[in-house]
């Protein structure tokens, strides 16, 4: 993974004067699509910052991967919990395009925590994915295979550009056959 020093290019002008004072902590790789960043059952070390690309969070669940969140520029994602406690993380972090990606090892974020606004941040966009991912849940118990792909088209179209049929249909639990008709039908 080639490295390199500049600004991040995807943060607003608070973050980026707290990238210049915390610059030797950040790492930064280009990383190809279908990379595994972070395999289910290892412990988490870093934490990502998007800068181009998308990554996607999965577990297997009856010997199929189950895709539950899809990140884009400007997300941070992480295993929050595993990295916290050092347990294994429940799922697996994959980009599913060519990334441009910084991180923060767990040992320097605990440098991070020191400053409040490039902290806040990161629990803020934290803490945002994870009201998003409650908001699936529910609609995936209140609604169905096609409320949940018409609230997909509303409230995140970039999902539907930029993400594989496969994955798409496994974040909505349903088959790549279902998806189709859905589709068809909605068009």
């Not at 080639?2 to 902590?25: N, S, V």
């Not at 930064?28 to 690309?53: C, M, Q, W, Y």
């Not at 990606?101 to 040992?107: E, Q, T, V």
Request: proline share 6%; hydrophobic share 35%.
């Amino acid at each position: 993974m080639p490295m390199k020093q500049e600004e991040p290019l995807i943060a607003p002008p608070a973050i980026r004067l707290a990238w210049k004072k915390y610059r030797h902590l950040w790492k930064f790789a280009e990383v190809p699509a279908k990379h595994l960043l972070l395999k289910e059952g290892d412990i988490s070390r870093r934490t990502f910052l998007i800068e181009k690309g998308s990554i996607r969070t999965w577990f297997y669940h009856d010997g199929k991967e189950i895709s539950f969140q899809f990140f884009f520029e400007g997300d941070v994602v992480s295993s929050r919990q595993s990295m916290r406690r050092q347990t294994p993380s429940p799922f697996s972090i994959e980009t599913l395009e060519p990334c441009s990606i910084r991180w923060l090892d767990a040992g320097d974020m605990e440098q991070v925590r020191k400053d409040p606004v490039l902290y806040q941040f990161i629990i803020e966009q934290t803490s945002d994915k994870q009201a998003e991912f409650m908001q699936h849940f529910f609609s995936y118990l209140k609604d169905s295979p096609t409320q949940r792909y018409e609230n997909l088209l509303r409230q995140k179209p970039e999902v539907i550009r930029r993400v594989p049929l496969q994955h798409i249909a496994s974040y909505l639990g349903i088959t790549q056959v279902s998806l189709s008709r859905i589709r068809n039908k909605i068009k």
